[in-house]
């Protein structure tokens, strides 16, 4: 067994593979969504200059991947990716991602006060991993709640008078599409930076979503994603800018979603979101999605 780091976009197609069959054996609950992998690599980390080498470490056995972790310098987050029966190894892996958070996190000017890794209490292979590295339960930490439907009717898209609903047409819409992230999250995307999230690997314009408002700005968006192993879809992110909330924007949003969804197969969709956001929470239940199985915050401090 042998660590390496992430080589380049070849390697995201061999996550998204294991990740797959993983998702397959084990029944999906703990593991990341094959669109997870690239949102968070080239999106969530990328955006703030961390390079997939830095926070992506991969082991193999005899040339097949066995498992890998990723870290989140900024926060001092770690996630584990191996299957329940190679316990020594999610162990090693993380130790690896405990001193590699702190290790480059430093690198960047970041000085996280606690390592954090969220939890699936339910999988007694990720409460092992978290105590066998020294955690604890820490109450002061959110949790999540992981949603799910079976798409059986997709919903009618119904939109206010004079908005449409559209797919994002390539690099040319990334100014509209950073004004309406920004805005949805109170974050500081630029053109320049979201362009080189569409052309980083793993995006696919025609699975941005944006509702168009009168004036021709972006209403709100939402990226899906897609597993055609396991037949389930994903949401991630879903926003709504922020002068064009109340007005049933994300829920037009769900169901062109879902829509686009089931055309391409998927006979399930997820969400996650935070168990104290009630706008999400209201928005996915009303979508239709259910509650699957929640996250809990598990750290230890530096």
């Known amino acids: 067994m042998s660590g390496r780091p992430y080589a380049g976009s070849s390697d995201l197609r061999t996550l998204q593979d294991f990740n797959a069959a993983m998702w397959q054996a084990h029944g999906g609950v703990g593991w990341m969504h094959v669109g997870d992998i690239p949102h968070r690599i080239y999106n969530a980390l990328g955006r703030r200059g961390f390079h997939p080498s830095e926070v992506v470490r991969i082991w ?20 584990v990716q191996v299957p329940p029966d190679s316990p020594q190894l999610a162990v090693e892996a993380g130790l690896w991602a405990c001193e590699a958070v702190v290790a480059v996190g430093e690198q960047h000017g970041h000085h996280a006060k606690s390592i954090v890794m969220d939890v699936v209490e339910s999988e007694p292979n990720m409460v092992d991993l978290a105590t066998g590295i020294g955690m604890a339960v820490d109450q002061r930490e959110g949790s999540y709640i992981v949603t799910r ?96 909330r109340r007005r049933g924007v994300g829920m037009a949003l769900m169901a062109a979603g879902l829509s686009r969804l089931s055309e391409h197969g998927m006979v399930h969709a997820m969400v996650t979101h935070e168990t104290d956001d009630p706008a999400s929470t209201a928005l996915y239940a009303a979508a239709g999605f259910l509650p699957w199985y929640r996250y809990v915050a598990w750290s230890k401090a530096l």
């Open 60 to 79: 193999e056995a005899n040339g097949v991947v066995a498992g890998w972790a990723m870290i989140w310098p900024r926060s001092g987050g770690i996630e």
């Open 149 to 244: 439907q079976a798409i059986d009717r997709p919903p009618q898209v119904h939109l206010p008078r004079s908005y449409s609903v559209r797919a994002a047409r390539g690099v040319g819409d990334a100014a509209a599409l950073a004004g309406v992230h920004s805005s949805a999250f109170n974050s500081d995307w630029t053109a320049e930076s979201y362009a080189r999230v569409m052309e980083s690997p793993g995006y696919e314009p025609s699975r941005e979503i944006v509702v168009v408002a009168p004036d021709g700005s972006f209403a709100g968006f939402c990226i899906i994603w897609m597993d055609h192993e396991n037949h389930i879809g994903m949401f991630e992110p879903v926003g709504v800018h922020a002068d064009h």
